[in-house]
């Protein structure tokens, strides 16, 4: 019981309950725009009514009601038009701005033994362990691949 309560209790899945949980209510009100708002916009630009999902055909005695499939695949694409407009868009912005991406690399020389790389001011190799030769010194800001 103990191993239990510790892995619920770890933040990585209290985090994600909580996520589901905002993320299942944000989908309802995300729909309910969708329906009330851009599905009938549609239904104006196309000369259609907004509601496609009473269409159907028949061959022989069989019926394909294919208006549910168009009002679902309608709804589905505006649905993540949206949520990548309304949501993703600005918090990827707001992330960057709150958190510059910064991909500083360390230089790198390969081990003599397994030629992994290695950053060049290492000693020992992360890979194989073997103890690696003393590095010249670089004179400046160079940076150099070094073998």
Do not use: W
Request: aromatic fraction near 8%.
């Amino acid at each position: 019981m103990k191993g239990f309560r510790s892995f619920i209790l770890r933040g990585n899945v209290v985090d994600l309950a909580v996520g589901i949980v905002i993320g299942a209510a944000f989908t309802a009100v995300v729909n309910g725009f969708v329906g009330a708002f851009l599905t009938p916009l549609v239904g104006l630009a196309t000369g259609v009514a907004g509601d496609m999902s009473k269409k159907a055909f028949t061959i022989g005695a069989t019926e394909f009601p294919y208006g549910a499939f168009v009002n679902a695949a309608i709804s589905f694409l505006l649905l993540a038009t949206a949520l990548y407009f309304l949501v993703v868009l600005p918090i990827n912005k707001l992330h960057e701005r709150l958190a510059p991406h910064q991909d500083v690399q360390a230089p790198k020389r390969d081990c003599p033994e397994c030629l992994s790389p290695v950053p060049a001011q290492a000693r020992r190799c992360a890979s194989c362990t073997v103890p690696l030769p003393d590095v010249p010194a670089q004179t400046g800001a160079e940076t150099q691949r070094v073998g």
